[in-house]
């Protein structure tokens, strides 16, 4: 196993959240897009991880926009996920 | 066989509501404190509540506890230990203000008090008319509940494990516990942590049905790790269920979509509900729909191909009305059914949601297991709160907004009482020599299985088993079949093999372990239904339809040995006030 397995192993945990909601649509967008994430779009998924589930299921419905724009692109697949 | 080790006053698995409410009163008490949770606390799946937190402050119109205690009673079907009911409503009001002092965001009226819900269930002088009783913080009560703990919780340097899975409980030659088994996902490494006492908290088990409400976490943990001490699990029979879940995803439809018009329909395009409930049709109580939804796919009136779930259609509303009036809906059907509700009626079915047995414990959440003539001993150095207790004060239906109270309620009586315990049993206990052993044995077998059943698989048999025996519509015969079909996946559970044998974050083998303490509550489930030949709150047998409290007036409890089951008695003899008489619960 390379490095970069366990990167997206250790999101794959993280992406256990606490609402049903949200492990729902991660579950989705993880079996279409995990294993071909690398680089920049491991470390915006960490940091959408990192958000209250809350305010990430509300990003990921299209309620909110995220501050930073760098995160539109990976958001993105999220939505359609 | 050297495992390292680390030395705790106390040991709290769990940081969801309960856990942390724990952790704050034993950590402001100067106690040694470790939380442990399988994901951050603060997205522990008391972040999912929103309805609120019932507590009867009287801020809307006059209330009292003694009628909260009412409810709550009732609720229950007569099946709740009266004087835990009554210790909980009577500590309502001072548990909500505390958290209102840790910070709680709550919403207000005008004159600064907390604003408070109307709800179900909730009644005003025994039953004679509503009252607004459920505390909020907008739809985010369980959110905003679990940050102001975690905060005060950090503030008074309680520590915590974060990413880790407990495994199993280590009990001495006496019975007391002595340790905690846990395992670090971020490197793999197994260690023991001796401790004074160990605090369950680990959430409900909702995932044992194949349609839930509950997030993927809640795997019952903690009723595996009691179950494998040779503790008894209680009143595993009840579960509560929502009516319209989506299905295949379980994100809840809330009742409002039939309150402006939404109806359901079988296979066969028939509006059933005027069968069951002539009168209120769609719009009757919560359990009759269940029920009749539950019946019609059984019978094989169901839609899809599996024919599993039923249709609620709204198109007839007209756009306008669902844009308007249930957007959230709209994009609840949109995302997790894929169906727009403009054109197309959404498939739903009865869903879990609630679990209101569990761990035994008495109100200072101590485990409590029967010994000689005493059905209530508790066992040193075991406490259990919250959603994977039973205390019990929902009995055999929870009253809603009860089950945050009773994390609030017990998570605190539960710090304190452990407090004033440790006062007078300082001493660590010597581990036993062997602690570790069955658990590594599991661990290992794992490690080694090259072949094997695949987790997901029998995971998934197992919740269909679940859904399709003990669903909202029950009888023997489905019942004592899904037994036979639940032991054969719990053998099967027993021989999964993983490809991923990597130490580091390996959710594959977290998955199997899960599994493995999923199907204990599945048996402990359908042994538990078969065995009660009676309709009560939550369980509707169809060939037992009546209430029995001649015979059945007990709490099950089921021993994973044998797959045994006996009963205690309910306490129906209050703390202070006068008992009250089952009655025959109509609303
Ligand atoms: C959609 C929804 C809405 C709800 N709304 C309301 C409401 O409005 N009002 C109300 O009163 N109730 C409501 N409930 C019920 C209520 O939210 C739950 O019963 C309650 O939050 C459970 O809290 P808990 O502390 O017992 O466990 P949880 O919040 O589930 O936390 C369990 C903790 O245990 C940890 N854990 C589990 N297993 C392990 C392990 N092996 N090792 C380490 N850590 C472990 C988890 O990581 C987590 O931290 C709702 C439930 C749902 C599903």
């Known amino acids: ?81 | 066989m050297a495992l390292p080790k680390q030395t705790f006053d106390a040991v709290i698995v769990g940081g969801g509501g309960s856990g942390l409410r724990a952790a704050l009163q034993l950590s402001e008490a100067g106690h040694h404190v470790a939380v442990f949770s399988k994901v951050f606390p603060t997205r522990s799946h008391t972040v999912a509540a929103q309805g609120g937190i019932g507590a009867s402050l009287g801020n809307m119109q006059e209330d009292h506890w003694l009628w909260h205690m009412y409810d709550t009673i009732k609720g229950s079907d007569y099946l709740g230990d009266q004087d835990a009911i009554e210790f909980m409503c009577r500590k309502a009001a001072e548990v909500v203000y505390e958290l209102e002092h840790f910070g709680m965001p709550f919403d207000r009226n005008a004159d600064g008090t907390i604003y408070q819900r109307p709800f179900g269930g909730h009644s005003q002088n025994f039953g004679e008319r509503p009252v607004q009783r459920a505390c909020a913080a907008a739809d985010r009560t369980g959110h905003a509940m679990l940050h102001t703990l975690y905060q005060r919780n950090v503030r008074a340097r309680c520590q915590f494990f974060v990413e880790w899975m407990a495994l199993d409980l280590i009990r001495d030659h006496e019975g007391a516990v002595v340790g905690l088994i846990a395992l670090e996902m971020e490197t793999g490494q197994v260690v023991i942590f001796q401790t004074k006492s160990v605090i369950l908290a680990t959430g409900g088990a909702g995932r044992i049905f194949q349609s839930s409400t509950n997030a993927f976490i809640n795997t019952g943990d903690g009723l595996g790790i009691a179950a494998r001490a040779g503790i008894p699990l209680e009143d595993m029979e009840f579960w509560q269920f929502h009516p319209t879940g989506v299905a295949g995803a379980g994100v809840l439809i809330t009742e409002g979509v039939r309150g402006e018009g939404g109806i359901l329909l079988n296979a066969q395009g028939e509006r059933f509900m005027e069968r069951y409930a002539p009168t209120m049709k769609d719009l009757a109580s919560r359990d009759v729909v269940s029920r009749a939804m539950d019946q019609e796919i059984k019978e094989g009136r169901g839609v899809g191909h599996e024919k599993d779930h039923v249709l609620l259609k709204l198109d007839h509303l007209g756009a306008e009305v669902i844009q308007k009036r249930l957007p959230g809906i709209r994009e609840i059907a949109l995302k997790f059914a894929n169906v727009d509700p403009i054109r197309e009626p959404i498939p739903v079915v009865p869903t879990c949601h609630y679990q209101m047995g569990g761990i035994p414990t008495n109100y200072y959440g101590q485990v409590v297991v029967p010994r000689g003539d005493n059905p209530a001993e508790p066992v040193p150095g075991l406490y259990a709160i919250g959603e994977c207790a039973c205390v019990s004060v929902h009995g055999a239906n929870r009253l809603g907004t009860n089950s945050l109270l009773d994390l609030l309620v017990f998570g605190k009586s539960a710090g304190d009482h452990l407090s004033q315990w440790l006062k007078g049993n300082p001493q660590q206990r010597d581990l036993p020599k062997d602690a570790a052993d069955r658990t590594l044995a599991r661990l290992d077998r794992l490690n080694q299985a090259t072949t094997g059943e695949n987790v997901a698989e029998v995971g998934l048999d197992m919740r269909r088993a679940v859904q399709q025996h003990a669903g909202v519509f029950r009888t023997g015969q489905l019942l004592s079949e899904g037994i036979d079909k639940i032991r054969v996946i719990a053998e099967r559970a027993r021989h999964t093999a993983i490809q991923d044998k990597s130490q580091v974050f390996n959710t594959a083998r977290i998955e199997a372990l899960e599994l493995e303490n999923l199907v204990i509550v599945a048996e402990a489930t359908l042994v538990s239904a078969e065995a009660r030949t009676e309709s009560r709150g939550a369980q509707a047998r169809d060939d037992f339809k009546e209430r029995d409290d001649r015979n059945w007036l007990k709490h099950s409890l089921w021993s994973m040995e044998g797959s045994r089951l006996h009963y205690k008695p309910v306490n129906l003899q209050p703390l202070t006030v006068e008992s009250f008489e089952p009655k025959v619960r109509v609303y």
């Not at chain 1, 397995?5 to 967008?29: K, N, P, T, V, Y």
Request: hydrophobic share 40%.
């Open chain 1, 1 to 81: 196993m390379t490095g970069d397995d366990r990167a997206q192993e250790r999101l794959r945990w993280r992406s256990r959240r606490g609402l049903l909601e949200m492990d729902l649509i991660l579950q989705r967008f993880m079996a279409r897009h995990l294993a071909a994430l690398e680089g920049d779009d491991l470390i915006v998924y960490d940091r959408l991880l990192d958000l209250p589930d809350n305010d990430f299921l509300d990003l990921a419905m299209g309620r909110s926009e995220p501050e930073d724009p760098a995160w539109r692109p990976l958001l993105q697949k999220i939505r359609e996920s």
